[in-house]
């Protein structure tokens, strides 16, 4: 049996992102088993949320602005473009 792989996006509104259609898309052209929602996820809130989405097997998430900047100061790899716009 294969494991769902769980994936989502966060931001503040979030309600109007096409994100999770897209994922999911692309996820049923691959074979992807996968779960992506979108979350509503106010800045206050971003790290409590990002530590549980992975604490409970979150494999990748995206985020909207101004989250980029909070995900920018927690991601643990950074390419070059991201170190200089400091937002991911």
Request: proline letters at 5%; a positive charge; charged letters at 20%.
């Amino acid at each position: 049996m294969s494991t769902v792989d769980r994936y989502a996006v966060f931001g503040h509104p979030i309600s109007h992102s096409k994100s999770p259609r897209i994922h999911t898309l692309f996820a049923e052209q691959t074979q992807q088993l996968l779960i992506y929602e979108a979350q509503d996820v106010p800045a206050k809130a971003f790290d409590k949320a990002l530590d549980n989405f992975f604490e409970q097997g979150g494999k990748g998430l995206n985020c909207t602005v101004p989250l980029k900047e909070l995900a920018w100061q927690r991601a643990h790899v950074l390419s070059e473009r991201a170190h200089f716009s400091k937002a991911v």
